[in-house]
């Protein structure tokens, strides 16, 4: 699969494209499904059936932020997805600013201010000329302007997943989402078989395709670890559905788990907040760490987080089990019927 010359790595120019409905079908993509609308079904049955629900689950809350930004689409969101800003940090860290990380998530600056990775209605006037830097600092229809907050968001703003205006699918809805449904491309082939080679102690061609990706991202060229093949497939997949899978192979489930449940940020955009010294002056991020779990619900650390044994597996539904009285339950979720 690596070496067919069917599919090959978008360029890192092209790397936003691979999860917008400009990289349907493109030459890095190995399978996808395309979704799209069925007039007999009508204008509901094409919401249940199709990617409407993607656009509000994954856009950000427009109702608490200062206006639209440019690059999304319609849907006013639910705003989940967001990314975790430890890992964003230690993104940022690595790939700065590349067009991987670009394309993941931005920077408070960015999203606050770049007319281009983000942008505002209230950018450009009528004239088509740009709001200065200085007026943007103070300008209220940009930033978060609810006074409570973004949920699970830290500073970092993910945009990976987010619809953009081209994703829409105007023949079936305003809000639906004509991207395809990503399973698998190339880069993800890549680095299993670089992991692979690494397992098998053949570093110098496992290295090759690892040093692609790193290459494509503008990223450090590292040598073929077991810790840098890690981190490098959470900078290239996060939010792509493999992340799970991998940390129970690997067996890091449970730290990885529980270094982030009950680890949620709030995050406040200060020129909105009254007795900040931002507040009307200059928007300013900040994120507050809460635990909902056992502070709001008061639960014990016991009843929430990774149970090893247990967590790496699936139990049989309640349904089957009732069917077959024969089929129990084992690793964990076993019970004493």
């Given at each position: 699969?690596?070496?067919s010359?069917?599919?090959?790595?978008?360029?890192?120019?092209?790397?936003?494209?691979?999860?917008?409905?400009?990289?349907?079908?493109?030459?890095?993509?190995i399978?996808?499904?395309?979704?799209?609308?069925?007039?007999?079904?009508?204008?509901w049955?094409?919401?249940?059936?199709?990617?409407?629900?993607?656009?509000?689950?994954?856009?950000?809350?427009?109702?608490?932020?200062?206006?639209?930004?440019?690059?999304?689409?319609?849907?006013?969101?639910?705003?989940?997805?967001?990314?975790?800003?430890?890992?964003?940090?230690?993104?940022?860290?690595?790939?700065?600013?590349?067009?991987?990380?670009?394309?993941?998530?931005?920077?408070?600056?960015?999203?606050?201010?770049?007319?281009?990775?983000?942008?505002?209605?209230?950018?450009?006037?009528?004239n088509?000329?740009?709001?200065?830097?200085?007026?943007?600092?103070?300008?209220?229809?940009?930033?978060?302007?609810?006074?409570?907050?973004?949920?699970?968001?830290?500073?970092?703003?993910?945009?990976?997943?987010?619809?953009?205006?081209?994703?829409?699918?105007?023949?079936?809805?305003?809000?639906?989402?004509?991207?395809?449904?990503?399973?698998?491309?190339?880069?993800?082939?890549?680095?299993l078989?670089?992991?692979?080679?690494?397992?098998?102690?053949?570093?110098?061609?496992?290295?090759?395709?690892?040093?692609?990706?790193?290459?494509?991202?503008?990223?450090p060229?590292?040598?073929l670890?077991?810790?840098?093949?890690?981190?490098?497939?959470?900078?290239?997949?996060?939010?792509?559905?493999?992340?799970?899978?991998?940390?129970?192979?690997?067996?890091?489930?449970?730290?990885?788990?529980?270094?982030?449940?009950?680890?949620?940020?709030?995050?406040?955009?200060?020129?909105?907040?009254?007795?900040?010294?931002?507040?009307?002056?200059?928007?300013?991020?900040?994120?507050?760490?809460?635990?909902?779990?056992?502070?709001?619900?008061?639960?014990?650390?016991?009843?929430?987080?990774?149970?090893?044994?247990?967590?790496?597996?699936?139990?049989?539904?309640?349904?089957?089990?009732?069917?077959?009285?024969?089929?129990?339950?084992?690793?964990?979720?076993?019970?004493?019927?």
């Amino acid at each position: 699969l690596v070496e067919s010359p069917n599919y090959a790595l978008v360029p890192g120019n092209r790397f936003r494209d691979l999860f917008h409905v400009e990289g349907n079908a493109c030459e890095e993509k190995i399978f996808e499904a395309n979704c799209w609308g069925n007039a007999d079904k009508g204008f509901w049955g094409n919401i249940q059936r199709g990617r409407w629900m993607t656009n509000n689950v994954l856009n950000w809350r427009y109702d608490r932020l200062g206006s639209r930004a440019t690059i999304c689409g319609p849907n006013d969101g639910w705003g989940g997805g967001a990314i975790n800003w430890k890992f964003a940090e230690k993104m940022y860290q690595n790939d700065g600013d590349g067009p991987r990380r670009k394309a993941t998530f931005l920077t408070p600056d960015e999203f606050l201010y770049d007319s281009e990775l983000c942008g505002w209605e209230s950018d450009f006037d009528e004239n088509g000329n740009e709001m200065s830097f200085a007026d943007k600092k103070k300008d209220p229809k940009r930033g978060i302007k609810s006074t409570a907050g973004l949920f699970a968001h830290g500073i970092y703003m993910e945009v990976k997943n987010i619809a953009s205006p081209n994703d829409r699918n105007m023949a079936i809805s305003d809000t639906h989402n004509s991207t395809a449904f990503r399973i698998a491309r190339l880069a993800e082939a890549y680095l299993l078989y670089a992991e692979a080679c690494l397992v098998n102690n053949h570093i110098s061609e496992g290295e090759k395709y690892l040093h692609a990706i790193q290459k494509r991202a503008e990223a450090p060229e590292k040598p073929l670890t077991l810790q840098n093949l890690q981190d490098e497939k959470q900078y290239e997949l996060w939010f792509e559905t493999c992340r799970f899978h991998d940390i129970v192979r690997w067996g890091i489930a449970k730290e990885c788990q529980d270094a982030v449940v009950d680890q949620v940020p709030q995050l406040y955009d200060d020129f909105f907040i009254e007795g900040t010294p931002y507040f009307g002056k200059e928007h300013h991020l900040r994120a507050e760490l809460t635990h909902p779990l056992s502070v709001d619900q008061k639960l014990p650390a016991s009843s929430f987080g990774f149970i090893k044994g247990k967590h790496e597996y699936f139990p049989f539904p309640q349904a089957v089990t009732n069917l077959n009285k024969e089929l129990h339950n084992l690793n964990g979720w076993a019970t004493n019927n």
